[in-house]
């Protein structure tokens, strides 16, 4: 599968994305500056996590207008895969890749942590190799993770099965206590009506080393290559 | 000729009279303004060392795996396999004094700069932070204001802070201390040094604009802290992590085109400072137009270009016709490049504006040929230090195994846990490190405070040796210590202690310690007892890194820690020689955390066992205690000597039982002794632990046994199965100073010690215990 992961200047999770789809599951990965509009023939693109321009108008606000995410939202629109991480949610819904938006989290602090999720839907491209329901701890760190969305619009994602990850306890239970960041519902991820892109607060790309102590969510990662890597 | 500077205007550049006469001689003539300022900054203490350098000369620098020693912008040492790693400590308590968030934010920011100059890649920080209590509440905006500018310097750079120590205590009240310790992994084939070379040769000045902020940050931060310091706060720079991000990527990759010469991070002092070090340095001259510099405000005049300390700036001399190359990679990262000028035979440093001369002044007078001052030590001890010695046990209220008999009313020995655990300086720090990114570039393998050091793996991220290190398990541990308290009561002692802690803790995860880097951060060395405490202290830290083997790379002096209160009388701050020591894993699977693993594990003491501390005064004392300080509001005694040889055979130990395997987990014994240490390991591990004390001598307290510092102590968990090896290699190398106190217990089980004779002395809920750990600082931090 060919990987393409997007360089804005600021970005800071791009070589943790490919050190995942290149140097732990083989698979090609090319960086493409912010400047350029070819996508070197992309299956997956990832917009990756950091501060892109420095996040200092909104989150994600400039990095949408960015030659590599107008040619991320084509590929999107022609059904194209892409996974939007951290930062890279915020830009996808600056974007209008997805719906709602990602406010500065209830405490105002920035959070890192490990948190668990609980794995939504197992259909999707993004999710096949979980179990159902499956409950899975994936690390966090973002100081605007609040998901947001006015209530119809909030209903109609509930309503098309769109939310992929949600903030719960340990036995998978979506409470209050368990909700970092004041998200609404608890949303940790979402993926587009047609389910090619997702958007997620939490960080999967960090817990997909065993030799860092956790593989939660290197899952994701082997469900969208599933193809690639059966072949290898 | 009549000085053309009235003594106030000399003096506000921070140059004393003598010095400004040393001045007029080596020039020749008297300086002009903008020169005045250049020398006012560079002969700071800050700049070049004028008290300390005498004192800093007896660390030993040298060791096989020291590629790069003190006067570089940091420290290098081999990490084997090819792998050379770069670090440094530095402070930035004074701004942070002032304006914490900016001054926290851009202390994280030089650090950084020092590192990726040399061309490593950084991938870690650590910090050491002192605060006052948290009762006040300038005390509390400070410790939200440094924490947030940590946390939104080193987020958006986009490296992992993954270690750190904080402790609280009135002596820092007025004078926070903030020092951020940074280490990166080399990428370049040459490590990039300052030393300017080849005549012809162009200056770059590369990165940020130049503005009026940070004006003589380097000379603000060589005085006392007054009321009137808060209207310095232009002297605080203002930080851009986003364009530090830009600039490191630019860095690298210009670094590794071959075209750059030399380089160096313009910190503080700025123009003055960059352009005089690289000429003294390289034993050439460098020729500088102001008017190419690009900057952000009009109207400036050289003393201001000269010194500004505006923020994510760097001086480089390029390969003469190489220059476009290097403009194109910074404009591409949105950054500035501009040739500023060359590089000249004579070894001055020639600044030009306007078509004139502005500043003309021979480079080693600015960086190398400085001032310098021997200063007498005094021979008695200060009165301070004799007073508390005069302490002793016998001060103390009675005790028994029941507990402790305050004139307010008794205790139990729970309680008095609890009160330590309630303590800030040994509570929880996840209040703070939560609000640091602690995992991007995904290598940390033991997160924040979960072990007694922090390890990463060193694995390269970029360039060629990328894909030879995919999975290696290579790693490095680091670990930043001191304890102000001990050092402030026997600076001798109290420094050496913080070397063996460091060495200590990095022996804990499994790391053999390798070298250290160094922040000294004391009061004003022109008063005797100040001068005798940096002498003691810099002696400690000296002998420390012979007996552990840990040479000093590099580090940072921060003097005149003082506040003046409204009559002027300084308090200067507890004298803290912070220790930043780094360490290597062959394996980072076998990086061993504190926590206890398992139910049934058996648990040991190593060091002073607990049967000897009665005739072990020296070692493991109350003096200086965190139990002294909170439990009874005294600050006295002797804290605990180093007993070298303990140390070194105990932490090789602890180092072998996790090589082996047979090590589940490891902690030191460091604040509120043995009980808290326990305590440590069985909420981290969310265990309990049972632990059945020896038959103890009638002499020794029940507090000292329980509570005492020292002893070169660690506690450590051993699966049931290696129980064998473990104890005939401690029998056989140990020399009986190692014993089994009891067992791990299960994750409903209390931590409960009792005595010989099986009458629990603390019997406490782990969930209890943990609420209270958990929460004391931001308890404290959000009462109103």
Known sequence: MNVSVIVFPGANCDRDAAYVTRDLLGQPTQMIWHEDRDLKNADLVIVPGGFSYGDYLRCGAIARFSPALQATVEHAQRGGLVIGICNGFQILTEAGLLPGALMRNRDLHFICDRVPLRVERTDLVWTQHYPDQAVITVPIAHGEGCYYADADTLQAIEDHGQVVFRYCDATGAPTPESNPNGSLNNIAGICNRQGNVLGMMPHPERVSDPLLGGTDGLALFQSVMSKQLQTI | MVAPFSPDEIASEGIKPDEYEEIVRRLGRHPNRAELGMFGVMWSEHCCYKNSRPLLKQFPTEGDRILVGPGENAGVIDAGDGLRVAFKIESHNHPSAVEPFQGAATGVGGILRDIFTMGARPIAVLNALRFGTLDNPRTRQIVSGVVSGIAHYGNCFGVPTVGGEVTFDQA???????????????????????????????????????????????????????????????????????????????????????????????????????????????????????????????????????????QERMLFVAHKGREAELIEIFERWGLHAVVVGEVIEEPMVRIRFQGEIAAEIPANALANDTPLYHRELMTDLPDYVKTARQWSEAALPLCDRAGLHLQAGSQTWTDVLKTLLDSPTIA??????????????????????????????????TGDQAAAFVNTRKGLAATVDCNGRHVYLDPYEGAKGAIAEAARNLSCVGATPVAVTDNLNFGSPEKPIGYWQLAEATRGLADGCRDFGTPVTGGNVSLYNETLDSEGKPTPIYPTPVVGMVGLLDDVTQATGQGWRQAGDQIYLLGVKLAAIADAPDHVTLGGSEYLAVVHDTVAGRPPKVDVTLEQSVQAACRHGILQGWVQSAHDAAEGGLAVALAESCISGQLGARIQLPEIAAAARWDRLLFGEGGARIIVSVAPTAIAAWEAYLQAHLDGNWQKLGTVGQPAEPLQITTADSQAIIDAAIADLAAVWASAIERRLTAS
Not at chain 2, 443 to 456: F, S
């Open chain 2, 172 to 310: 820092y009240a007025g004078n926070p201390l903030v020092n951020a310790m940074a280490i990166g992994l080399m990428e370049t084939p040459e490590i990039v040094k300052s030393g300017a070379s080849g005549i012809g040769n162009p200056v770059l000045y590369v990165g940020s604009t130049t503005g009026r902020d940070g004006m003589g940050g380097a000379s603000f931060a060589s005085a006392e802290l007054t009321d009137a310091s808060q209207d310095d706060r232009p002297a605080v720079q203002v930080g851009d992590p986003f364009l530090e991000k830009s600039l490191v990527e630019a860095c690298l990759e210009a670094f590794k085109t071959g075209a750059v010469v030399a380089a160096q991070d313009m910190g503080a002092a700025g123009i003055t400072c960059s352009t005089s070090e690289m000429a003294a340095n390289g034993g050439v001259g460098v020729d500088v137009d102001l008017d190419q510099v690009p900057n952000r405000e009009t109207g400036m005049v050289p003393y201001e270009y000269l010194l500004s300390e505006s």
């Open chain 2, 428 to 461: 929880s720090k996840q209040w703070i490190y939560r609000q640091y990114d602690h995992q991007v570039q995904n290598n940390t393998v033991l997160l924040p405070g979960g072990a007694d050091a922090a390890v990463i793996r060193l694995r390269p991220q």
